[in-house]
């Protein structure tokens, strides 16, 4: 069975504007598209395939803030605003889709973008790799300065915790603002890097991370114990 990888990044309350998530989302965007070609269009829901293919997303100004004023929660103010996009693959296991909430400032819910990403396919060839993964995450880390970002498998975050609460597990890709503490010293092969100064990028292995290799869940576990004694493992918290 193939393991399902997914990405996500999350942060706490932060109340924004339309226009404020409207100028992330388009520097996630413009980023996105140096990270793989089936990351460069992207197109709203609709009630149909065909129906969606005539909805784009003007990755730029007034179009974007249009998009998120009209996902504004339409009983709790405070929920902020959501946005969900598809890249218009036709074929659903190579296709690539993302479900954003932006903008909310109520301690009830987090914020985050997520994707869902393809799992076979030529798509997934080139996104399911140590290099486009690093670059979905930090794509996603410089837009939206979150908490904490990972992307990583499925199946291995269902084997170390049964609940699973943003910023507080390890996986295959990660991040972790600075805020949050300085990242310790990691065992080879793991790879450590600064994003701008907003926080520390983590890639467990070059290779594809998968829980059915006893090594990479064995290096999960040791890179997991390091940091939660540099208490990096944490629930989000409310940033106003």
């Known amino acids: 069975m193939t393991e399902t990888i997914y990405a996500g990044s999350y942060w706490g309350a ?11 989302m388009e520097i996630l965007l413009t980023n996105l598209a ?32 249009d998009i998120i004023r009209r996902g504004k929660d339409r009983v709790f103010e405070d929920l902020g605003f959501r946005m969900s996009g598809w890249n218009g693959v036709s074929d659903d296991y190579d296709a690539s889709g993302f479900d954003i909430t932006c903008g909310g400032y109520t301690d009830a819910v987090n914020n985050f973008c997520v994707f869902t990403l393809p799992s076979r396919g030529t798509n997934a060839a080139r996104v399911l790799s140590a290099p486009a993964l690093e670059g979905l995450v930090r794509s996603m880390a410089v837009a939206w300065e979150p908490d904490w970002a990972i992307a990583t498998s499925a199946a291995h975050r269902d084997l170390m915790t049964d609940n699973p609460k943003p910023g507080t597990f390890v996986g295959w890709v990660m991040y972790l603002a600075r805020h ?3 990242v310790p010293p990691l065992p ?28 990479h869940v064995a290096l999960a576990e040791r890179v997991r114990e390091l940091l939660n004694g540099a208490e990096l493992l944490k629930p989000l918290q409310p940033q106003r």
């Open 14 to 24: 932060r109340k924004e504007s339309p226009e404020a998530c409207a100028r992330r």
């Open 34 to 65: 140096g990270v793989d070609p089936s990351f460069v269009h992207w197109f709203q829901q609709g009630r149909s395939r065909k129906a969606a293919l005539q909805r784009p997303i003007e990755p730029r100004g007034a179009a974007l803030v």
């Open 180 to 182: 949050r503490g300085t």
């Open 188 to 215: 080879a092969p793991v790879r450590v890097e600064a994003v701008e100064d907003k926080g520390t990028l983590i890639v467990l292995t070059p290779e594809r991370f998968t829980v059915s290799n006893p090594e």
